[in-house]
């Protein structure tokens, strides 16, 4: 009997801060999460990344893709804001992405991938871009067929438009209605204090340089 009431208390405490650990996790994704969707365009990620990183791990860990989906952003960010080291950033943000994408495939995961792959683009553009391309639309296109009504595909798509030149068909003119199209998305997203909703920031963003 001493035995019995030894082991079922040993499994209460297990059980008891295994929870106690997940509850820990969830709070501080919560608020690293509130804080990287607050965050302006010119912002030092830095401190942001190490926090990320610093998430206690739970149980489910293996099946949490939160944590390296916004590490991926984070580090894809980083990578647009370095002088020197953005392939080094960008190459970071790829891995993530994919580790994110091996533990749940899924629309924000994609979005993910293709940000990351425009960051390594990015770095030398008239270099990279025949190179890159497929791999920055491609992820676009599955993400889409998971899920059309997820905003961040259209804020993406119109960031890509208004990049490409014009000779080329790009320009503000011709993503004036896919930014139209993701903020109507972006409006009734269901809020979330861990899951992406991310973007309202970006639109805001676009509206400076080309109003829609």
Request: charged share 20%; hydrophobic share 40%.
């Amino acid at each position: 009997m001493y035995y019995l009431r030894t082991f079922s208390l040993v499994i209460f405490t297990s059980l008891f801060w295994s929870k106690q650990v997940v509850a820990q996790k969830n709070s501080n994704l919560s608020t690293l999460v509130a804080s990287f969707n607050a965050a302006p365009k010119e912002y030092d990620y830095t401190q942001l990344v190490s926090s990320f990183e610093k998430l206690p791990v739970s149980p489910n860990e293996t099946k949490d893709w939160l944590p390296s989906y916004y590490l991926s952003l984070l580090y894809t960010r980083l990578s647009f804001q370095a002088k020197k080291g953005g392939d080094l950033y960008a190459d970071k943000a790829i891995f993530l992405a994919q580790q994110s994408m091996a533990i749940q495939t899924n629309d924000e995961n994609y979005c993910a991938l293709s940000m990351a792959y425009t960051a390594k683009m990015a770095v030398s553009p008239y270099m990279r871009w025949l190179s890159y391309e497929k791999s920055i639309y491609e992820p676009l296109q599955k993400a889409k067929k998971i899920n059309t009504n997820n905003p961040r595909i259209y804020i993406l798509e119109a960031s890509l438009q208004m990049n490409i030149p014009s000779i080329f068909g790009g320009g503000c003119a011709k993503s004036k209605t896919i930014l139209v199209k993701a903020k109507q998305l972006l409006d009734k997203q269901v809020p979330s204090t861990t899951l992406p909703t991310w973007g309202k920031l970006s639109l805001d963003d676009f509206r400076e340089t080309c109003p829609f």
